[in-house]
């Protein structure tokens, strides 16, 4: 840090100088009304002392903007020079006060002139104390930068309720401003909670007629189906098929013949358009036909154009999208898009069980605009699959309970 003192008749004269010799980002600290020593400086007009001082990397550039990075220990070490340079100049106003009471003692014609002083100084010390209180709450304001993020970004206990919650950062923002705006005199948490049941739509889903279940590949779209066959066959007593589209992955068919086998459930595989017909068509007679499609990246329209064609055929509007909660919030939202086309009704999160955190779930919804229809929460077949209501959605979200 530079410090300098300058002498002169008014403030700006010392403005200019200090503009000139210290640039635009120099800082006054202090400043004062002072006579030439003697007898004579009493009955000369007073001229100013101002001391300013500026940061040496500010002073190498001038017209620079203040860089507003710098850690504590740089701050610190400013708060501590200034002090030392507010010392100096209180220690000198000490020293002339006292010679000024000793010139009142010898010539009692200046007393009015020493009284003067002493308010003077007395104001100064006040001047001086304020602005190391200022430059002190300064320093303790600051906060070192964190993993690339602004100084000062303090988290509310809110924000990191949602961040360790994998909570997106958009919707993170979105809660906040809904908080804020919410000016009942209930607590933050309260508001937060009323918030995200807002923000959760949940569907009583009806299982009949033709149900397809679409989404990408290692979702568990074959393992949900089993499960909603078993329960409907098994504990509700319908007569349900099955047919699947999805002879691309290895293994796949075979998997769901196995689940037809053991709850004794008719079983179609379906290679193209017409198999598809033939296969409906041989299950006019089951109340629930449950249809497994290939998972498809949605990033290829062609496939994606290939399935809608399945789908359609179908001919149904009970369409569930089937997503992981293990699903990274970047890729989900492209998948989200990319099966917009197939014009799915309703959303399927599974894999709860391999996550700790549930904020995915909010994140699905968000993104996705379309209700809830089940969760699932492990292999067993047909039990880990479930309804939740929206309270209980919450509490999972903010971690206040746990699935599995």
């Given at each position: 840090?530079?410090?300098?003192?300058?002498?002169?008749?008014?403030?700006?004269?010392?403005?200019?100088?200090?503009?000139?010799?210290?640039?635009?980002?120099?800082?006054?600290?202090?400043?004062?009304?002072?006579?030439?020593?003697?007898?004579?400086?009493?009955?000369?007009?007073?001229?100013?002392?101002?001391?300013?001082?500026?940061?040496?990397?500010?002073?190498?550039?001038?017209?620079?903007?203040?860089?507003?990075?710098?850690?504590?220990?740089?701050?610190?070490?400013?708060?501590?020079?200034?002090?030392?340079?507010i010392k100096k100049v209180v220690q000198q106003e000490n020293e002339n006060i006292s010679n000024s009471k000793v010139v009142q003692k010898q010539n009692s014609s200046v007393h009015k002139v020493s009284n003067q002083s002493d308010n003077n100084s007395e104001n100064l010390?006040?001047?001086?104390?304020?602005?190391?209180?200022?430059?002190?709450?300064?320093?303790?304001?600051?906060?070192?930068?964190?993993?690339?993020?602004?100084?000062?970004?303090?988290?509310?206990?809110?924000?990191?309720?949602?961040?360790?919650?994998?909570?997106?950062?958009?919707?993170?923002?979105?809660?906040?401003?809904?908080?804020?705006?919410d000016k009942t005199e209930k607590t933050d948490f309260e508001k937060l909670k009323i918030v995200l049941k807002e923000m959760i739509h949940v569907i009583k889903p009806k299982l009949q007629g033709r149900i397809v279940m679409v989404g990408p590949t290692g979702v568990g779209k074959t393992t949900t189906i089993a499960k909603l066959a078993g329960r409907l066959a098994l504990a509700e007593g319908k007569k349900v098929g099955l047919i699947t589209v999805d002879t691309y992955r290895i293994g796949a068919v075979e998997q769901l013949k196995a689940y037809a086998d053991i709850m004794n459930l008719p079983f179609k595989v379906v290679y193209n358009m017409n198999d598809m017909d033939k296969a409906i068509e041989s299950m006019s007679e089951c109340e629930v036909v449950l249809i497994d499609t290939t998972g498809r990246s949605s990033k290829n329209k062609m496939q994606i154009a290939e399935l809608r064609t399945f789908v359609e055929k179908a001919d149904t509007k009970n369409i569930h999208l089937v997503l992981s909660s293990t699903t990274k919030n970047r890729d989900m939202k492209y998948i989200i898009e990319g099966y917009r086309i197939l014009n799915y009704n309703s959303i399927i999160v599974t894999k709860l069980d391999e996550t700790a955190t549930y904020?995915?779930?909010?994140?699905?919804?968000?993104?996705?605009?379309?209700?809830?229809?089940?969760?699932?929460?492990?292999?067993?077949?047909?039990?880990?699959?479930?309804?939740?209501?929206?309270?209980?959605?919450?509490?999972?979200?903010l971690g206040e309970d746990t699935i599995c």
């Open positions: 840090m530079i410090i300098k003192r300058y002498i002169v008749n008014t403030m700006n004269e010392a403005m200019t100088r200090i503009r000139y010799e210290l640039g635009r980002d120099a800082v006054i600290i202090s400043q004062r009304k002072i006579r030439k020593p003697g007898i004579k400086g009493f009955f000369s007009a007073k001229s100013i002392e101002v001391t300013a001082a500026v940061e040496n990397e500010v002073n190498d550039k001038k017209e620079n903007t203040v860089n507003n990075n710098r850690s504590n220990n740089e701050l610190n070490n400013i708060e501590l020079n200034s002090i030392e340079a010390m006040s001047e001086m104390m304020e602005m190391k209180t200022m430059i002190s709450a300064l320093s303790q304001k600051r906060e070192p930068a964190i993993a690339g993020k602004p100084m000062g970004n303090k988290k509310s206990d809110i924000e990191k309720i949602l961040i360790d919650n994998d909570v997106d950062s958009e919707n993170i923002e979105n809660i906040m401003v809904k908080i804020k705006n904020g995915s779930i909010l994140n699905i919804l968000e993104t996705a605009k379309i209700p809830l229809s089940f969760v699932s929460i492990g292999q067993n077949v047909p039990d880990d699959i479930k309804e939740l209501s929206a309270d209980s959605i919450v509490s999972l979200i």
